[in-house]
């Protein structure tokens, strides 16, 4: 069964820094990995979505990498702002099955101004 | 941008009451996708509907929630007969296909059982 863990939990950061959000799968037969971005009582808005073929993903300041047969992904966020505060989730889709997509409990992201 | 609408988006409902979320998925999209999140808990998935049956389940799935399409847009969610515990957000997602496109989700419904 697929589990998905991010580290870390939390963090905080002062405003204006380069930060890595860290995301691992334990069953590295994915056919793709989602970012999403949650605030506070809200739905859930998808940032980046890596097929299982490519190695990363940008858009704007996010940039995302797979290494999949390490069951690995990072989110990096460059240049943070106050405005980047929120949780971040990472998903799998492991296709077939009764799972779904799978999700990690996410990091908690507080970016200080 | 298209997005996926859900009403209501807080509902409370007395233990025992049926109640129904509803969702108005993005409008060429063929897999349709049900997600529940308990407070302080993972985001897990409930339940996939294409071709108007359900394609796979989730073992909190039970016989205490159906699913419908009862139209060309509508996509709702029911609970026959709500426990303390389906308090959660639910959230409805929509995808063009399985295998290799992204999820788009809902704002989701809030679900307080009381």
């Known amino acids: 069964k697929q589990e998905v863990t991010q580290i870390p939990a939390a963090l905080s950061v002062p405003e204006g820094e380069n930060l890595v959000l860290n995301c691992s799968f334990t069953?590295?037969?994915?056919?793709?990995l989602q970012w999403f971005r949650q605030d506070p009582g809200k739905g859930l808005t998808s940032l980046l979505l890596?097929?299982?073929?490519?190695r990363e993903q940008t858009s704007g300041r996010l940039n995302a990498s797979l290494d999949k047969s390490s069951g690995r992904s990072t989110l990096y966020i460059a240049a943070s702002q106050p405005g980047d505060s929120a949780t971040y989730l990472c998903?799998?889709?492991?296709?077939?099955?009764?799972?779904?997509?799978?999700f990690g409990k996410g990091t908690h992201l507080i970016i200080q101004p | 941008e298209p997005e996926v609408t859900q009403t209501p988006s807080h509902q409370v409902t007395q233990m025992g009451q049926e109640v129904i979320l509803r969702c108005v998925p993005i409008s060429n999209h063929l897999y349709f996708y049900w997600y529940r999140q308990i407070l302080g808990q993972k985001v897990e998935f409930l339940v996939s509907?294409?071709?108007?049956?359900?394609?796979?389940k989730s073992e909190i799935f039970d016989d205490q929630f159906s699913v419908e399409r009862p139209d060309g847009s509508n996509f709702t969610l029911k609970i026959r007969s709500t426990k303390l515990e389906d308090s959660a957000m639910y959230f409805c997602a929509s995808s063009e296909a399985e295998e290799h496109y992204g999820y788009t989700f809902g704002s989701g419904t809030r679900l307080t059982v009381v």
């Open positions: 998903a799998v889709y492991s296709g077939g099955g009764a799972d779904g997509l799978t």
């Open positions: 890596i097929q299982s073929s490519q």
């Open positions: 509907f294409y071709n108007n049956e359900i394609s796979e």
């Open positions: 069953d590295s037969a994915i056919y793709n």
